[in-house]
Nanobody, 122 residues
Framework: HVQLVESGGGSAQVGGSLKLACTAS?????MGWFRQAPGKQREGVAA????????YYADSVKGRFTISQDNSKNTGYLQMNTLKPEDTARYYC???????????????????WGQGTQVTVS
C-alpha cells in the first residue's frame, strides 16, 4: 500500500512563495502535483520523471512553479513563486502517470494520492 504525505501548504500573499513537499513510502518513477479548487476539477500542475529528471508543467504555472526531487528521501518538492489568487486550491501529490520515460499530467494516469495540503493566496 503506497502512502504519500504532503506538507508545506498554508497562506501567502499575492506575489509570495510557498514550497510543498511530498514524501512517498516507495520509490516512484513519476511524481505529479495536482490541485483542486472548490467547484472545479482536479488539474495537473507539474510532474517529474525521477529516473532522468525531466519535468512537465501546466501552462498556467510555467515560469512560476518548479518541481524537483530528492530520490534518496523519496521526496518531491513543488516550489511556487509569484503566487496568484487563482493558485488557491488544495494541492495533491500523486504517484503513477508514467508514459515510457515521460510523465503525464492527466489525473486518470495516477493511481496513488496523498491527502492534500491547502494553499491560499490573497
Amino acid at each position: 500500500h503506497v502512502q504519500l504525505v504532503e506538507s508545506g501548504g498554508g497562506s501567502a500573499q499575492v506575489g509570495g512563495s510557498l514550497k510543498l513537499a511530498c514524501t512517498a513510502s516507495v520509490r516512484t518513477k513519476c511524481m505529479g502535483w495536482f490541485r483542486q479548487a472548490p467547484g472545479k476539477q482536479r488539474e495537473g500542475v507539474a510532474a517529474i520523471y525521477t529516473g532522468g529528471g525531466s519535468t512537465y508543467y501546466a501552462d498556467s504555472v510555467k515560469g512560476r512553479f518548479t518541481i524537483s526531487q530528492d530520490n534518496s528521501k523519496n521526496t518531491g518538492y513543488l516550489q511556487m513563486n509569484t503566487l496568484k489568487p487563482e493558485d488557491t486550491a488544495r494541492y495533491y501529490c500523486a504517484r503513477g502517470g508514467r508514459l515510457g520515460s515521460a510523465c503525464s499530467l492527466l489525473r486518470d494516469r495516477y493511481n496513488a494520492w496523498g491527502q492534500g495540503t491547502q494553499v491560499t493566496v490573497s
